[in-house]
């Protein structure tokens, strides 16, 4: 399956903002409160808000993933990613993400 490029720059922007060692207390405490992640531009506090997000949610739909990763907590739920349901949440899901990103202010990153 393709990943989408939201995925990949999700994925690009966690690893190059955190060590491995400090990953999850970083995101931990980002999904708590994005504003506090690190001293951004205003316009980049949504999108990073948006990345960890969908961040989330990935690791919710694919453990798999998530456990290459070292997130653990959806190590007993693997969905049956192969149904026309997953399909359909799958794509509503990456719809949503990118209606979201297409309406972030690229002039104020």
């Known amino acids: 399956m393709k990943k989408s490029l939201l995925h990949i720059l ?12 400090t990953a999850l207390a970083q995101k931990a405490k980002t999904v708590a409160n994005p ?23 990935q690791a919710r739909l ?12 959806y190590n007993n739920q ?3 990613d192969q149904t026309r349901a997953f399909r359909q949440q799958q794509r509503q899901s ?3 993400y990118l209606a979201t990103l297409h309406k972030v202010d690229r002039t104020k990153l």
């Open 10 to 21: 999700a994925a690009g922007i966690l690893v190059a903002a955190c060590s491995p060692a």
């Open 35 to 57: 504003a506090a992640a690190v001293a951004q531009p205003a316009g980049a506090v949504p999108l990073a808000a948006l990345f960890i997000t969908y961040s989330e949610e």
């Open 62 to 73: 694919f453990p798999l993933e998530g456990i290459y990763l070292g997130d653990n907590r």
């Open 78 to 80: 693997l969905p049956n």
């Open 94 to 96: 990456y719809g949503q």
